[in-house]
């Protein structure tokens, strides 16, 4: 019976949530997220119109006129996937990074690569940027320079029929099998939390990583996982538009940005960017298109401290 409810549910999120980074949850329901509930990809566009702007484009490296982004491609909405021809990606750290580029005046080279083979190929230059929903911690920020445009975060979701209702610590999840993708920010937060359930006495949670978002969902789908960790964000949009998925709570905010090499040019010409798209308006579109309004921020900042809470 659990195989035949989560069948749809994994030929649909099978490339998804867990290649991203971190996420935060939206604030309501936006026309585009009522629309996708019915299986479409939002197609609006909300970037051809932006303008060059000179300002932020004068804060660019003399002579910068083309950037190589590397990008995860996830599967579902608000995570990169493709249009129906197969060929076209979107989502909506593409639209952030096509609106960025517009306002620099930059042309872009986009090339695919697995999340966690993306933040160690900025040191060696093979990309001048990731836009991969990265979430800014600390630790990252030792070897990776940042330029926020969302607010996000970690949280969970588990089967309808599991017993578990809610997550806000992570010793609720002592004696459990906890499915993650490979390289995030969950799986970083979940070993290095370990010892929570072992310090209270508790048969310690178990960490089961996946390169292949396909395999957490079937993980799951089999009962060998109890609960995934992921962007709140891309599981808020799973729980939306199938069944048999209960979300389980946010766990841990996070702001999110585009990854450079430490010591970047790029970064002040990114943050003008960014809040140039937050002043004209586009902003504020590109997150009701993917239904990420809760996601907001006021401006973005180059590299801040990980957010606590």
């Known amino acids: 019976m659990r195989t035949r409810l989560f069948a749809p549910f994994v030929s649909i999120v099978s490339a998804t949530l867990l290649l991203t980074a971190c996420g935060s949850g939206s604030g309501g329901t936006d026309a585009s997220a009522v629309a996708a509930k019915s299986g479409d990809v939002p197609t609006t566009d909300v970037v051809s119109t932006e303008k060059k702007d000179a300002a932020a484009a004068g804060l660019l490296p003399a002579g910068t006129t083309r950037l190589t982004v590397a990008i995860s491609v996830g599967g579902t909405p608000p ?156 599981l808020r949009y799973a729980v939306a538009h199938q069944p048999g998925l209960r979300f389980l709570g946010e766990y841990h905010r996070l702001d999110v940005g585009f990854a450079f090499k430490k010591g970047t040019r790029l970064a002040p010409a990114f943050q003008a960017a960014v809040n140039r798209l937050l002043a004209d308006g586009t902003y504020e579109k590109i997150l009701r298109k993917w239904g990420t309004t809760g996601s907001a921020i006021a401006r973005s900042r180059i590299s801040p401290p990980e957010l606590k809470n």
């Not at 940027?129 to 030792?142: C, K, L, M, Q, Y």
Request: hydrophobic share 35%; net charge neutral; with cysteine.
């Open 79 to 234: 995570g990169t996937t493709y249009l129906s021809d197969g060929r076209t990606l979107t989502g909506q750290d593409v639209d952030f990074t096509k609106a960025v580029a517009k306002v620099l005046g930059i042309r872009l080279k986009v090339e695919q690569a697995s999340f966690e083979a993306i933040l160690p190929a900025l040191e060696s230059g093979k990309y001048d940027f990731g836009a991969s929903n990265f979430g800014v911690t600390d630790e990252r920020r030792r070897t990776v320079d940042f330029v926020t445009y969302i607010n996000d975060g970690q949280g969970f979701a588990t089967r309808k029929d599991s017993k578990l209702t809610r997550i806000t610590d992570l010793r609720q999840l002592c004696g459990l099998n906890v499915a993650t993708g490979a390289g995030t920010t969950f799986e970083a937060t979940l070993e290095e939390n370990k010892h929570v359930c072992t310090d209270a006495g508790r048969k310690p949670y178990q960490v089961q990583t996946y390169s292949e978002p396909s395999a957490i969902w079937s993980s799951v789908q089999q009962g060998r996982s109890d609960v995934v960790m992921s962007t709140i964000n891309g």
